[in-house]
């Protein structure tokens, strides 16, 4: 329990040390998929940085790229089919592409934790809660047998798992969903990684738990200052959560931005689109009978393995040009800290302002 006691006053009352400093940098990172159909290029140059202590939205339709991407920042792509066949990824400064398998071991979980999206099947169905954190603690912290187990009730305690002794010695089909949710938080904190990755955290839960395991996770980051890369298809939960946010579609980054300015004037089609379809309660409360529908994108995010030529979202956007169906758009900043990948971000831009 020293540990976890040695962390948290650490972290108290004293801010994140280093904060805004970059602790993740991917650059033109490239992973394909080498199938019967062809060549599925999941992640297809995708850049950015994560910094200390914020929360990076990575924001999505399904099939977009952002779990490849996590799965690509800890090495755990499957291959075959899968590879990283371009870029660098760099964890402080370290090239993790150029690392070991053993070295890759040693993060994982130490340095770089991931929360994935259904629990049941990342927690062991053969062991218990309790003892699956306490080998973590062991691994990478060496503590005694003792010593984990006593640190990982600690860190089922800080979760706000009711009675962590009795629970510490449940096995996963124990607990309900949002309980199994908190062991995996429990699991990816206890050895206080700089950067965690969480893949849709709250997928499958009730919008009761899914606020309580969010402000959860707000907490332990105000404790331990993690960086955490929040992994969603929810604008909702970016927004209520992110610092910056990172635009993704067909395995490409389209737009990224600090969250109000993203949410204030969004610069790329696909963006306006994601925001527009985001139901309102006020606008519903006010509308009268024959209140309108949702916005919605129409058609359907193209194959991976069969990307049209130029914009990949050119056919399902209504500003799309010629220009747009040749050529793809450069990634450029057109505020400060605002980059969008758009023929017509200009415009889009001057429409929000």
């Not at 159909?37 to 952002?66: N, P, Y």
């Not at 505020?335 to 889009?348: E, I, K, Q, S, T």
């Amino acid at each position: 329990m020293d540990h976890a006691n040695s962390l948290e006053q650490g972290f108290a009352g004293g801010g994140v040390p280093g904060a805004g400093e970059s602790v993740l940098e991917i650059n033109g990172l490239k992973t394909h998929f080498f199938t019967p159909d062809g060549v599925v290029r999941a992640v297809d140059g995708v850049s950015c940085e994560v910094r200390r202590g914020e929360t990076l939205g990575v924001v999505g339709e399904s099939g977009c790229g952002k779990s490849v991407t996590a799965l690509s920042i800890l090495r755990l792509v499957a291959d075959p089919p899968g590879r990283i066949v371009g870029g660098s990824i760099r964890f402080e400064g370290r090239d993790l592409l150029a690392a070991s398998e053993a070295e890759m071991e040693a993060l994982r979980g130490n340095d770089i934790s991931m929360i994935f999206q259904e629990p049941m099947t990342s927690l062991n169905p053969l062991y218990t809660v309790g003892r699956q954190i306490g080998e973590a603690i062991a691994l990478h912290q060496g503590a005694s047998k003792r010593e984990a187990m006593e640190q990982a009730v600690e860190f089922l305690r800080r979760v706000h798992i009711p009675e962590p002794e009795r629970r510490a010695h449940s096995y996963p089909h124990h607990l309900s969903g949002g309980m199994r949710q908190r062991v995996m938080i429990a699991m990816a904190l206890c050895c206080n990684p700089k950067v965690l990755i969480a893949d849709e955290p709250t997928t499958a839960l009730d919008v009761t738990i899914q606020a309580q395991i969010l402000e959860l996770m707000r907490e332990m980051q105000g404790s331990y200052g993690q960086a955490i890369v929040l992994i969603t298809h929810d604008m909702g939960v970016v927004a209520e959560n992110a610092d910056r946010v990172v635009v993704m579609y067909a395995g490409r980054k389209v737009e990224e931005a600090e969250v109000d300015e993203l949410f204030d004037r969004p610069g790329h089609p696909y963006t306006k689109g994601l925001l527009g379809a985001i139901p309102s309660l006020e606008v519903a409360a006010t509308a009268g009978p024959g209140r309108g529908r949702l916005n919605e994108i129409e058609g359907m995010v193209p194959s991976l393995a069969n990307l049209p030529p130029g914009c990949t979202f050119a056919p399902r956007c209504g500003y799309a040009t010629d220009d747009c169906r040749n050529a793809y758009p450069p990634h450029r900043e057109h505020r400060p800290g605002h980059w969008v990948a758009c023929w017509h971000a200009d415009r889009l831009l001057g429409e929000e302002g």
